[in-house]
T-cell receptor, first 112, second 116 residues
Framework: SQTIHQWPATLVQPVGSPLSLECTVE??????LYWYRQAAGRGLQLLFY??????ISSEVPQNLSASRPQDRQFILSSKKLLLSDSGFYLC???????????FGSGTRLTVV | AQSVAQPEDQVNVAEGNPLTVKCTYS??????LFWYVQYPNRGLQFLLK??????LVKGSYGFEAEFNKSQTSFHLKKPSALVSDSALYFC??????????????FGRGTSLIVHP
């Protein structure tokens, strides 16, 4: 079966510290992968998307970066966190057969 | 370009009453429309989608949505609301002619509150 795993569920990090959030997908190959940020519990902002290994597109300029080292692995990173990076981060993938989108359970990041 | 508008930040309804959560969209081609629900501190869960065919789409948990091309709307409905339906609801659209990235655009979300 197809599943998506996202971890950690919650994270508290000091300003200036690095960040690494991981997302993996099982049961499919060559998925389109997406990172979203949800601020203040409302709208979703697309941060990055990837159509294949090593192919990353950024939607907005920011303090974050993304990488896709393997087909079903998508990583969100930062070298130095800012207070404004706090939020709820969601990973998603596109199911080609159903042509739908499945979301991970999210990571609540608090930068202090 | 594609966009979605959810004009209501919050919808309040009494348990047992019908509910409607509004959504309008804009795409240059044919729309592919979705509704998702989000419970606190959780990911988005798929409710239903419309690509083509019958304008009334039935989805999970008794929800349905009506596609109206002339009004460019895709309102979410349920005949009888439950307290457990209280959550944040997102409408999303994708232009069917978009290729490669297949990026959907999400609305800002509508908070549904069902009162006992």
């Amino acid at each position: 079966s197809q599943t998506i795993h996202q971890w950690p569920a919650t994270l508290v990090q000091p300003v200036g510290s690095p960040l690494s959030l991981e997302c993996t997908v099982e049961g499919t190959s060559n998925p389109n992968l997406y990172w979203y940020r949800q601020a203040a519990g409302r709208g979703l902002q697309l941060l990055f998307y990837s159509v294949g290994i090593g192919q990353i597109s950024s939607e907005v300029p920011q303090n974050l970066s993304a990488s896709r080292p393997q087909d079903r692995q998508f990583i969100l990173s930062s070298k130095k966190l800012l207070l404004s990076d706090s939020g709820f981060y969601l990973c998603a993938w596109r199911d080609r057969l159903r042509d739908g989108y499945t979301f991970g359970s999210g990571t609540r990041l608090t930068v202090v | 370009a594609q966009s979605v508008a959810q004009p209501e930040d919050q919808v309040n309804v009494a348990e047992g009453n019908p509910l409607t959560v509004k959504c309008t969209y804009s795409v240059s081609g044919n729309p592919y429309l979705f509704w998702y629900v989000q419970y606190p501190n959780r990911g988005l869960q798929f409710l239903l989608k419309y690509i083509t065919g019958d304008n009334l789409v039935k989805g999970s948990y008794g929800f349905e949505a009506e596609f109206n091309k002339s009004q460019t709307s895709f309102h979410l409905k349920k005949p009888s609301a439950l307290v457990s339906d209280s959550a944040l609801y997102f409408c999303a659209v994708r232009d069917l002619t978009s290729g490669g990235s297949y990026i959907p655009t999400f609305g800002r979300g509508t908070s549904l509150i069902v009162h006992p």
